[in-house]
Each structure stands twice: as structure tokens, then as C-alpha cells.
């Protein structure tokens, strides 16, 4: 297997884990309670810890991104070119899909679904613009002070936070978004909400990434 080849797998199988995560831990915090306040602990601690150590185990193979908007703006930063991000991209989309199959299926519930949980307000879309924002500029800047070993843990505990304080429950990832189509459950997202919150990811990466420069500019200016 090539290089690219090894990282569009781990691309793929890395961001499937993820959305079985996501998708698994929403079904298992409503079959626990039901209360959504318990839902939302269950799902965002359970995707806290597994997103970390999918970083720390997958990133040294590519970088372990699993988000198309983290993917384009490497591209941006010149570290790849637009064949092997659009690769990354599809995989992806692909890995999500994938993973919230297999999530219904584990939890022995239909395995194509489609979500009927409509999601979009002013607020959750500016939840989105915030989450994806924060995300973006923390790996920029962290890669940029060449403290790439924390950025498992970083990136896990935004994530984490964002779960509980913006409105959108910060998903802040396109590919995680169209995957969680597929699973009409606590984590689903109806298709209608998919094309505004995949704008306002767009949106809040360009955001991060000016941020994350602008900061970089004004240490060297200093």
C-alpha cells in the first residue's frame, strides 16, 4: 500500500470510528435516560475520549484530520496539494457515513436511515461559525508553536466544551455532519439543516484561520 493510500485509509477508518462514536453514545444516552441533559453528558464525554486517542493513535499515519474543513485549510497552508485533500475529503465523507451505519446496526436498530431532527436557528448556526472557529485556530496555532503533541488533548477538550456551551452542540465538521444523516437518533441531523450548518462551518474555519494568522503576525511583530 502507498503512503497515500495508508492515509486516506486511516482517514477513512478514523473519522467512521468517530461518527460510530458520535451517532453510538447518542442512542446509549437515550436508552439510559430521558433526559436530554444525561443524552448530552453520555454523548460528549464518550466523544471526548475517543477523539483524543484516535489523534494520539492515528495522527502520526495522516494526520489524523477527519474533517474536511481541518483538511482545506492544511491545503491552504501549502502542507498539501488539492489532489490529496480532495482524497482526504472524500474518505472522509465516506468513513461517516460508514460509521453511523454501523452504529444503527449495533444498536440493532434499522441500518439506513434517514434523520428527521431539523436543527437549524440564527443561534445554532452561529454555534457552528464559533465551534468551527475555535477549532481551526487552535491547530493552526498550535502546529505553528510546533506543539504538535498536545494537539490530541487540545482538540478533545474544545470539542468537549463546544458540546456544552454552543447551541449548535458543535459538531464543527462537514463530513461528521453528513454522516449523522444517516441515523435518526439523538445525534441525527435532518438533511434539510445539513447544507446551512455545513455554511457555517465553512464560514467559522475561514475565521479560525485568519485568527490563527493574525496572531502569528502580531508575535513577529512584536
Not at 477508518?13 to 461518527?19: E, I, M, P, S, Y
Not at 433526559?35 to 464525554?45: I, M, R, Y
Not at 495522516?62 to 498539501?80: E, I, L, W
Request: hydrophobic fraction near 55%; include cysteine; proline fraction near 2%.
Amino acid at each position: 500500500m502507498t503512503t497515500l493510500l495508508k492515509k486516506i485509509a486511516v482517514e477513512f477508518v478514523g473519522t467512521a470510528l468517530l461518527v460510530c462514536v458520535v451517532v453510538g453514545s447518542g442512542i446509549m444516552g437515550t436508552n439510559l435516560s430521558n433526559d436530554d441533559a444525561v443524552s448530552l453528558l453520555v454523548n460528549g464525554l464518550s466523544t471526548i475520549f475517543a477523539l483524543a486517542l484516535l489523534i494520539f493513535v492515528l495522527g502520526p499515519v495522516s494526520g489524523a484530520h477527519f474533517n474536511p474543513v481541518v483538511t482545506f485549510v492544511r491545503f491552504f497552508s501549502k502542507d498539501f496539494n488539492l489532489t490529496t485533500a480532495l482524497a482526504y475529503v472524500a474518505a472522509q465523507v465516506a468513513g461517516a457515513i460508514a460509521g453511523s451505519l454501523v452504529a444503527n446496526a449495533m444498536f440493532d436498530l434499522s441500518i439506513f436511515q434517514i434523520s428527521s431532527h431539523l436543527r437549524v436557528s440564527t443561534g445554532t448556526l452561529i454555534g457552528e461559525v464559533i465551534a468551527t472557529a475555535g477549532l481551526v485556530a487552535l491547530i493552526q496555532i498550535l502546529i505553528a508553536r510546533k506543539q504538535d503533541a498536545v494537539i490530541a488533548v487540545s482538540v478533545a477538550t474544545w470539542i468537549g466544551s463546544a458540546y456544552m456551551f454552543t447551541s449548535s452542540t458543535s459538531f464543527a465538521n462537514p463530513a461528521v455532519t453528513v454522516g449523522r444523516i444517516f441515523s435518526d437518533t439523538f445525534a441525527g441531523i435532518a438533511p434539510a439543516s445539513v447544507l446551512p450548518f455545513i455554511g457555517a462551518q465553512v464560514v467559522g474555519g475561514f475565521i479560525g484561520f485568519a485568527a490563527a494568522r493574525a496572531l502569528r503576525q502580531n508575535k513577529k511583530s512584536s
